[in-house]
Every structure is written in C-alpha cells, then in structure tokens.
C-alpha cells in the first residue's frame, strides 16, 4: 500500500506544496524527496525520506525492520551514487555515501529523534543504512 498508494501521493502532495504537506498532514518530521537512478530500470526513482542537515551535507536513513526485503532507494544509492534531492522547493544534485564507523555514531541519536520506529526496528534485528550526500556542482547523474 505504502509503495502504491501513500508514496506517489506524498511525491505529489510535497511537490505541490514545496515540502509542506504529505497525505499525513504537516510532514511530521524533516522530509525531501530523493531521486535515485533505478539499478535495473534505470530509470528515476523518487521517494519521500526522513533527513538531517549538517552544514552543506544531507544526512538520510533506512532501517529495515528484518522482516521486509530491502528497500529500493537503499539498494539504488548503492548501485549508483549520484542523486538527486528536493528540500521544500530546492533541487539539488549530490553524491552519496555510506556514513562511517564515527559518522553513524553522531548522527545515530539525532535520526532517531527524529523518528523513534529507527530504534525500535534496528534493536527487532533490523538493517541499517546511513548515507552521507554532499553536495555536487557538476552533477553527471541520469536523475534529471
């Protein structure tokens, strides 16, 4: 449902309304909207994520809960780095990375203040993965 229903309407609801709005109302945290390059498509891929700024850097983060298989856009990032983020009204292009050892432990107890089911899944078994985005000024991606 989430994958059909509730993430094409939030895609439409945040463009709209520059980031103000998703199908749950006011986005209840920090929300962009993240474009990858499909892996096997190669196509653009866009899903609503949860974030942290630090500086220039966008920090974004998906626990699986153990029980799911992985989600796409973590698998996408992977496979081509090159992204693309949308905060409010802004575009912006980026290159991702996975956080390091020390990077993950700074910014671990901020995004589950943002959202606490991080730490709920994380300890349930859970997999976690925390990318890094800096900023690109000649951006090459196929995410147009």
């Known amino acids: 449902m989430i994958k059909h229903i509730v993430s094409p309407l939030d895609r439409w609801l945040y463009r709209l309304s520059n980031g103000h709005f998703l199908s749950s109302g006011r986005p209840l945290a920090p929300t962009l909207l993240l474009t990858t390059t499909g892996r096997k498509s190669d196509q653009p891929r866009t899903t609503p994520v949860f974030?942290?700024?630090?500086?220039?850097?966008?920090?974004?983060?998906?626990?699986?809960?153990?029980?799911?298989?992985?989600?796409?856009?973590?698998?996408?990032?992977?496979a081509n780095a090159a992204v693309l983020a949308q905060i409010g009204s802004q575009k912006r292009a980026y290159e991702a990375r996975e956080a390091a050892a020390a990077e993950v432990e700074r910014y671990w107890p901020q995004l589950v203040t943002i959202w606490p089911a991080y730490q709920r899944h994380y300890e349930n078994g859970g997999q976690r993965s925390i990318f890094v985005l800096e900023p690109q000024k000649n951006y090459q991606g196929t995410n147009k």
């Open 51 to 78: 974030y942290l700024q630090d500086g220039d850097q966008v920090i974004v983060c998906n626990v699986n809960p153990g029980f799911e298989r992985p989600n796409p856009w973590t698998l996408n990032i992977r």
